[in-house]
């Protein structure tokens, strides 16, 4: 538990040495219509049927519930059980059912994550890799929204942007995918991208030419996001109306879906409640809401704290409120929101040999935010605490200043 708080903490802290300056400066003042999905209901509502019964998360947060309503080896019991339910074989009568020829196939490896387990299969024959990716739906509230939330984006992505993202063939939650054969599980379907994720050691050491490559597409990818703009913050959702663009709904984060899971939700997690949780037209109600987060975690009841980790931690916290305090003011109100990715770590760069990026993967917490707010990646900059590799900021800068000579889109992120 220790790690995981002192690495929200450095985020957070980061996020401010990073973002607040840009916006705060020092003394002078993140739906394709369904029909083009082939194969999937999107209107039958399956059931999932729980491995373990446990209370309704729904009534945690009520004053009487002074303890998470399971311990964390509970939890992960509850996570194992579910893991372990699913048929590799129902994944690929799943995958040959969408696949347009029906082909037999096999699961080549699985792998499971905090949020998804994943089943990466092949097909008889040549053709592509798809990966079926099923959610860990202990881990969720409501995990339905966050899947609709990431297809909605990723399809918005393919239609309006060059931006590289997976092709999805199918989504939905109406797939009985247990070694019992009962209930129904949720799941998507997409294309395996084929390559490697970034790995920034190798890319420090590359040559000039390898280095103008990635920076130069990194920026490409920027810019097409910046060009998106929405009336307010939160995450993209399927129209309701039926209409190509996605509609704003509530922030999907993955720092509120922790905050929600059964080993940690208690008493002092008022402010991921899904009323408190937006869609928010201020940017100060939004920034305020993100410092609800960073306090919910550190209310969380943890074993293994010194005295110096608590101070680090509060005075991490205590700095972010009180250099956010300049943020709340009028003058953010009216800017626009831009859909940003909000995990652009290397795992989720996928690169070939020659660092062409050949996809961004995993939208699933992606959202729209301030536009003060949109910067690369904190480890390009030289702001991730981790790693502090400023001579990657000088490359990516250099390659930033070299195309916004050439155009006036490249301008607008260089000046921002």
């Given at each position: 538990m220790l790690p995981a708080l002192h690495r929200l903490v450095r985020?957070?802290?980061?996020w401010v040495t990073t973002y607040l300056p840009r916006i705060w400066p020092p003394s002078r003042d993140q739906i394709a219509?369904?029909?083009?999905?082939?194969?999937?209901?999107?209107?039958?509502?399956?059931?999932?049927?729980?491995?373990?019964?446990?209370e309704s998360v729904e009534s945690v947060g009520h004053p009487s519930h002074e303890f998470p309503i399971m311990t964390e080896d509970q939890y992960k019991r509850l996570r194992k059980n579910f893991i372990e339910s699913l048929d590799s074989t129902a994944i690929c009568d799943l995958a040959s059912k969408h696949n347009d020829e029906g082909k037999a196939c096999r699961v080549v490896t699985k792998t499971s994550g905090s949020f998804n387990v994943c089943f990466f299969v092949e097909f008889d024959g040549e053709g592509p890799k798809w990966v079926v990716r099923v959610p860990i739906e202990p881990?969720?509230?409501?995990?339905?929204a966050k899947l609709q939330s990431e297809v909605a984006t990723i399809q918005y992505l393919k239609q309006e942007t060059r931006v590289p993202v997976p092709c999805?063939?199918?989504?939905?939650?109406?797939?009985?995918?247990?070694?019992?054969?009962?209930?129904?599980?949720m799941f998507i379907i997409s294309e395996f991208v084929q390559g490697h994720p970034l790995n920034k050691s190798v890319l420090k050491s590359t040559d000039d030419e390898h280095k103008e490559t990635f920076y130069s597409q990194l920026i490409d990818v920027l810019a097409e996001l910046r060009k998106?703009?929405?009336?307010?913050?939160?995450?993209?959702?399927?129209?309701?109306?039926?209409?190509?663009?996605?509609?704003?709904?509530p922030v999907i984060s993955m720092s509120a879906t922790t905050l929600r899971q059964p080993h940690n939700k208690t008493m002092v997690v008022g402010p991921v409640r899904s009323s408190l949780r937006g869609p928010f037209t201020s940017a100060l109600e939004y920034m305020k809401y993100q410092l609800s987060l960073v306090s919910?975690?550190?209310?969380?009841?943890?074993?293994?704290?010194?005295?110096?980790?608590?101070?680090?931690?509060?005075?991490?916290?205590?700095?972010?409120?009180?250099a956010s305090q300049g943020l709340f003011t009028s003058r953010l109100v009216e800017e626009p929101c831009v859909l940003q990715h909000l995990d652009l770590r290397s795992a989720n760069i996928i690169v070939d040999e020659e660092f062409n990026i050949k996809g961004i993967i995993d939208w699933e917490f992606s959202g729209t935010i301030p536009r003060q707010?949109?910067?690369?990646?904190?480890?390009?900059?030289?702001?991730?605490?981790?790693?502090?590799?400023?001579?990657?900021?000088?490359?990516?800068?250099?390659?930033?200043?070299?195309?916004?000579r050439v155009h006036a889109r490249y301008q607008q992120l260089w000046e921002e």
């Open positions: 985020w957070q802290w980061t219509p369904k029909e083009n999905i082939p194969g999937a209901d999107f209107t039958k509502v399956g059931t999932v049927e729980p491995v373990e019964p446990v881990a969720f509230e409501d995990a339905w999805i063939y199918a989504y939905g939650r109406d797939a009985t995918l247990t070694k019992s054969g009962t209930g129904t599980q998106l703009e929405f009336p307010a913050m939160g995450s993209l959702m399927p129209n309701s109306g039926g209409g190509r663009r996605p509609q704003v709904g919910a975690f550190l209310l969380l009841p943890v074993s293994d704290h010194t005295i110096d980790d608590i101070k680090e931690e509060i005075f991490a916290f205590c700095s972010m409120e009180q707010l949109f910067a690369p990646p904190s480890w390009v900059t030289g702001h991730d605490l981790d790693e502090m590799h400023e001579e990657m900021d000088a490359d990516f800068r250099a390659v930033l200043d070299k195309k916004r």
